[in-house]
């Protein structure tokens, strides 16, 4: 495929789906973009891609950030029978080929990639970026294009001296805030499930991310989103006002000084341009 690179249209990101319903992010323009993530179905992602006019044939690559279904269920279908190049760790790609329940191997589509080590798509600079989590391997991406600098960072089952170091150069953030401590704590999930989830190969709670939010913030951050949100131990309000307050005791304020938005569960998000 041959595309024509477009310098000065305008980038957007929005997300198709976020959570353990499945997860899948956009960001380009509107004659090509990426997602990150593919873990909806493939018909789901071509009707939500096409509520904002873009074409599936104009994505030009999928970024996964580690194995689990809810990460990769479409990657095997977009990359072998689209000819979507798939970008992931060998770690990852080893785990994609294993998986019972992905029923298209990635022969011709497979990328391999190493942390910490740029590759570039077009305008995007990418660098894949260590993340604890109990999957096979585990990845963020900082990309940078123009003058922007965007990370994602999900699953993350603590904020390590590089994950950190990631969050803190983006203008745009997708961060986890995956659930609330006390509705986790006062859950129907039985005791081992609990711990996982808090282990620090889990996920982040709600006031791990606004603590290290409201403690890092830098007048450079312009975009936050949550993601990857519990739907048994977290809401949107309960996220966003954690967050929000975090911030207010800071003296930032949301709106103002910085945007913030919750990415809901199977849910198409609204489009934020840059």
Same mark, same amino acid.
């Given at each position: 495929?041959?595309?024509?690179?477009?310098?000065?249209? &305008?980038?957007?990101?929005?997300?198709?789906?976020?959570?353990?319903?499945?997860?899948?992010?956009?960001?380009?323009?509107?004659?090509?973009?990426?997602?990150?993530?593919?873990? *909806?179905?493939?018909?789901?992602?071509?009707?939500?891609?096409? &509520?904002?006019?873009? &074409?599936?044939?104009?994505?030009?690559?999928?970024?996964?950030?580690?194995?689990?279904?809810?990460?990769?269920?479409?990657?095997?279908?977009?990359?072998?029978?689209?000819?979507?190049? %798939?970008?992931?760790?060998?770690?990852?790609?080893?785990?994609?080929?294993?998986?019972?329940?992905?029923?298209?191997?990635?022969?011709?589509?497979?990328?391999?990639?190493?942390?910490?080590?740029?590759? &570039?798509?077009?305008?995007?600079?990418?660098?894949?970026?260590?993340?604890?989590?109990?999957? %096979?391997?585990?990845?963020?991406?900082?990309?940078?294009?123009?003058?922007?600098?965007?990370?994602?960072?999900?699953?993350?089952?603590?904020?390590?001296?590089?994950?950190?170091?990631?969050?803190?150069?983006?203008?745009?953030?997708?961060?986890?805030?995956?659930?609330?401590?006390?509705?986790?704590?006062?859950?129907?999930?039985?005791?081992?499930?609990?711990?996982?989830?808090?282990?620090?190969?889990?996920?982040?709670?709600?006031?791990?991310?606004?603590?290290?939010?409201?403690?890092?913030?830098?007048?450079?951050?312009?975009? *936050?989103?949550?993601?990857?949100?519990?739907?048994?131990?977290?809401?949107?309000? %309960?996220?966003?006002?954690?967050?929000?307050?975090?911030?207010?005791?800071?003296?930032?304020?949301?709106?103002?000084?910085?945007?913030?938005?919750?990415?809901?569960?199977?849910?198409?998000?609204?489009?934020?341009?840059?």
């Amino acid at each position: 495929m041959q595309f024509t690179l477009f310098p000065s249209e &305008q980038f957007s990101f929005f997300s198709l789906s976020s959570g353990s319903c499945g997860n899948c992010y956009f960001l380009g323009n509107p004659h090509w973009g990426i997602l990150i993530d593919a873990g *909806i179905g493939p018909r789901i992602i071509k009707k939500r891609l096409a &509520q904002y006019g873009i &074409q599936l044939s104009s994505i030009m690559a999928i970024l996964v950030t580690h194995d689990h279904y809810d990460h990769i269920k479409s990657v095997g279908w977009l990359g072998e029978k689209l000819h979507i190049p %798939v970008y992931a760790t060998r770690e990852v790609h080893k785990a994609i080929m294993n998986h019972s329940l992905i029923r298209n191997n990635l022969n011709g589509s497979t990328k391999y990639i190493e942390k910490g080590e740029m590759f &570039q798509i077009e305008d995007f600079k990418i660098t894949a970026f260590n993340v604890p989590h109990d999957s %096979v391997d585990n990845s963020g991406f900082f990309i940078q294009f123009d003058n922007h600098r965007f990370t994602l960072a999900t699953d993350v089952g603590a904020i390590t001296d590089e994950v950190a170091y990631y969050i803190c150069k983006a203008n745009h953030l997708v961060i986890e805030a995956n659930y609330d401590e006390e509705m986790l704590n006062n859950g129907r999930y039985p005791y081992h499930l609990k711990q996982r989830i808090s282990s620090g190969v889990g996920h982040l709670s709600n006031r791990q991310t606004a603590e290290f939010l409201a403690d890092n913030y830098s007048s450079d951050l312009k975009n *936050i989103w949550l993601c990857h949100l519990s739907g048994d131990n977290n809401s949107p309000e %309960v996220a966003y006002q954690t967050v929000e307050t975090h911030l207010h005791r800071k003296g930032i304020k949301v709106g103002r000084q910085v945007s913030l938005q919750v990415l809901e569960r199977n849910i198409l998000s609204s489009k934020t341009d840059f």
